[in-house]
Nanobody, 117 residues
């Protein structure tokens, strides 16, 4: 079993920055892809960025050049550095992880990010 715990959300003004963290515990050694999704009110959940254990990254087009995903394998932690934040980035951000051995997906509880002046 894997548990994901996010931190780092909050309220920030447009143009500001936030850094999200997600710590994995339990059978974290079994994870390959980790990343971040988000869900805004009235919208479906969407992928923001993912990172494989081999270092391959994927970003949603709207965040390219502004967000950076990184991973500390020794700490089983994935980060999302968010710069130049816009009001449309406002959403609940969820940490995600995939276990390729049992094909299970894991989700964190979510952390609110609000971009507003």
């Amino acid at each position: 079993q894997v548990q994901l715990v996010e931190s780092g959300g909050g309220l920030v003004q447009p143009g500001g920055s936030l850094r999200l963290s997600c710590a994995a515990s339990g059978s974290a050694y079994s994870l390959n892809t980790m990343g971040w999704y988000r869900q805004a009110p009235g919208k479906s959940r969407e992928r923001v960025a993912t990172l494989t254990s081999g270092g391959s990254t994927r970003y949603q087009d709207s965040v390219k050049g502004r967000f950076t995903i990184s991973r500390d394998n020794a700490k089983n932690t994935v980060y999302l550095q968010m710069n130049s934040l816009k009001p449309e980035d406002t959403a609940v951000y969820y940490c995600y992880a995939h276990n390729p051995y049992n094909l299970r997906d894991y989700w964190g509880q979510g952390t609110q990010v609000t971009v507003s002046s």
